[in-house]
């Protein structure tokens, strides 16, 4: 019986080493994200690719309200957001947004 309860806190301890091991290095990622700096050009191409999913994003919305699916309002203020966070990803010159699931200590 002792072997078997020994077995199983060698185990649990074992696993959560591991885990604190992969969320260091996933917060390392995303440090190592945040230093990197697009330059002008890649700027605009990334742009270029979010100025055409909005445009679709549009598109759809307007499918949406033309079939019935979401009224004009709701369309409308869907719109509005989307338009709101382009313009914020601009500002912040097309970075990749940062991972929300991340609480400040690195812990999920």
Request: hydrophobic letters at 35%.
């Amino acid at each position: 019986m002792n072997k078997i309860i020994m077995s199983f806190m060698i185990a649990t301890l074992l696993s959560l080493g591991f885990t604190s091991l992969s969320s260091a290095e996933e917060q390392q990622n995303v440090v190592d994200q945040k230093k990197v700096q697009l330059t002008s050009e890649q700027q605009a191409e990334v742009k270029a690719i979010h100025q055409n999913i909005l445009e679709q994003k549009k598109k759809l919305i307007g499918k949406y309200v033309e079939f019935g699916q979401m009224t004009k309002e709701d369309g409308d203020k869907l719109i509005s957001r989307f338009d709101q966070k382009f313009k914020k990803m601009e500002e912040m010159g097309f970075q990749m947004p940062k991972h929300h699931h991340f609480h400040k200590s690195g812990k999920h």
